[in-house]
Each structure stands twice: as structure tokens, then as C-alpha cells.
């Protein structure tokens, strides 16, 4: 409730709820206590990125400067996995500006890949391993994201994210959409002999296309 009386009183004495974790950060911000905001818990980051929409302005400007400003790891990660699960605009960039970034090697990778930070990418994750083990446990709905991002680079050496270092040993378990990728990719950039070897491999209709 947006009670006008209530505000006032929470502004001028500087409440701040204990619990639950929404009300906590919404008063804290409300109140100004932008040190409690940056001190979050990895569950209270969303909250915060739910605070920069809010139709106040004050709220929405705290909370936008606290996630630029998380005092915990855990909760920078968190604001990295909302750029990687929800492709969220705001996220990512205070992620770039701050210079937040996953600490297990897998989603480091897997988080610059997704931002499309190639140079960083590749200096860490030279030989795709990191992205192809993601990418071999993830839901569909991020790997669908990958081969998104794996099309719009259109590079081969890339393409060892959905096959793995074999195309061969990968075929046989290809899902029409990847198979599709790899034809089109290794088309556009000439790799014939790959392509021969993968066209062997693939199951009938796509190895004819």
C-alpha cells in the first residue's frame, strides 16, 4: 500500500521493515538506507531488479545504484544469472559496468558467451569444453539461446559448443535445429571437408540437405 501518511513516516524516521525480503529492501530504499540495500542476499536481487521499474522514482533510482554498488559475490552472481536465464537488459549492463562475473569457470564462460563477449570467451574457454558441458546439461530453453548466439558469431570453431570435439560422436543425438545450424555455418564459411564428414553422420533427410 502506497499510503501517503505512512510514507512520510517511514521517510522521516527511517524505518525499515526486518522481514519478509521484499518489504525489507522496498522500505530500506524508500527510507534511504541504501547500505542495506547493497549488502543483499543473493534472493533479494531480484527484488531490486523488480525495483527499478517501480513508478517511483526514488526507489527506482536506489535500487538501480545499489546493484551497482552488491557488497557480496554471491549476490553479483545472482544479477549475472538473471542476464543468463532472463536475457534482462538492465542486468546486463550493470554487470558490464561493474564488471560482475560468475566464479565457476562453466558459467564465467557461459555468461560471456551469452553477452557476446567473444575475446574474453575464447582466452578462457579456447577449446569450447567449458560451453559443451553447459551446454550438454542445460534446458532447452537455454540452449536454445546458445544456438542463437553460436549462429549470430558464425563461427566454426564455435560449433564445438553442440557437437563436442566430434562431430561424429555428437550426430546421432543432433536435434533437427542443431543439425540445421551446423549445415548452415559450416556452409556460409566453406568448411567442405567438415561438412562431407557430418553429412555421413547426420540422419537421412539432413544429411541429403
Not at 502506497?2 to 526486518?18: G, M, N
Not at 530504499?29 to 513508478?55: F, I, T
Request: overall charge neutral.
Amino acid at each position: 500500500k502506497r499510503d501517503t501518511l505512512l510514507e512520510r513516516a517511514i521517510v522521516q524516521s527511517r524505518y525499515v521493515a526486518s522481514q519478509p525480503v521484499r518489504l525489507r529492501l522496498y522500505t530500506a530504499l524508500k527510507a534511504g538506507r541504501s547500505d542495506l540495500a547493497e549488502k543483499v542476499r543473493p534472493e533479494g536481487v531480484a527484488v531490486l531488479l523488480e525495483a527499478c521499474a517501480d513508478a517511483d522514482e526514488e526507489i527506482q533510482t536506489r535500487a538501480q545504484t545499489a546493484l551497482r554498488a552488491l557488497r557480496s559475490t554471491e549476490a553479483q552472481e545472482a544479477l549475472c544469472r538473471a542476464v543468463i536465464e532472463q536475457d534482462h537488459p538492465l542486468a546486463k549492463q550493470i554487470c558490464f559496468d561493474g564488471g560482475y562475473l560468475p566464479a565457476q569457470p562453466e558459467q564465467r564462460a557461459l555468461f560471456l558467451f551469452i553477452t557476446e563477449q567473444w575475446d574474453p570467451y575464447e582466452s578462457l574457454d579456447f577449446d569450447q569444453r567449458l560451453l559443451n558441458a553447459v551446454y550438454e546439461t542445460s534446458s532447452p530453453e537455454l540452449r536454445q539461446r546458445i544456438l542463437r548466439r553460436v549462429q549470430q558469431a558464425g563461427r566454426t570453431s564455435f560449433l564445438n559448443i553442440v557437437t563436442g570435439t566430434d562431430d561424429r560422436t555428437r550426430a546421432a543425438r543432433m536435434s533437427s535445429i542443431e543439425a540445421q545450424l551446423l549445415v548452415r555455418v559450416l556452409s556460409n564459411n566453406a568448411e567442405w571437408e567438415r561438412l562431407w564428414g557430418l553429412a555421413q553422420a547426420l540422419a537421412v533427410p539432413l544429411s541429403v540437405e
